[in-house]
């Protein structure tokens, strides 16, 4: 499993991940040993797959902060003070400056 680290020492947590290297292996092992039927659903999924894995850091995290501000219902303007308070109340761990910075990755990966 890997993670992505917290942007201050001092306020650090860890975002973890599944590993997806292990899953788009076995989505393409799966396609190799698949019957017709199923290999347009699979090739979809590893589309996926590559599709995620090939995000950056940056980009994870602004998919983790518009899922956390989906999960509290917010849907305004993920650049607006708004946003940051519901942020911190998705997660009340975040301290403001790490809020601040996840944010600021939200609004430079817009989806």
């Given at each position: ?22 899953i ?17 659903g ?70």
């Amino acid at each position: 499993m890997t993670g992505i680290t917290g942007l201050d020492r001092s306020r650090a947590f860890v975002l973890p991940l599944k590993d997806s290297d292990a899953i788009l292996a076995a989505v393409r092992q799966a396609l190799a040993d698949a019957p017709p039927e199923e290999r347009p659903g699979l090739e979809r999924a590893v589309a996926l797959v590559e599709s995620t894995a090939a995000a950056s850091e940056d980009e994870l995290c602004a998919r983790w902060v518009r899922a956390r501000l989906a999960d509290v219902g917010f849907t305004g303007d993920v650049a607006s003070l708004s946003a940051l308070k519901a942020l911190r109340k998705a997660e009340r761990s975040l301290g403001l400056l790490t809020a601040v910075e996840l944010q600021k990755k939200a609004v430079a990966h817009p989806e």
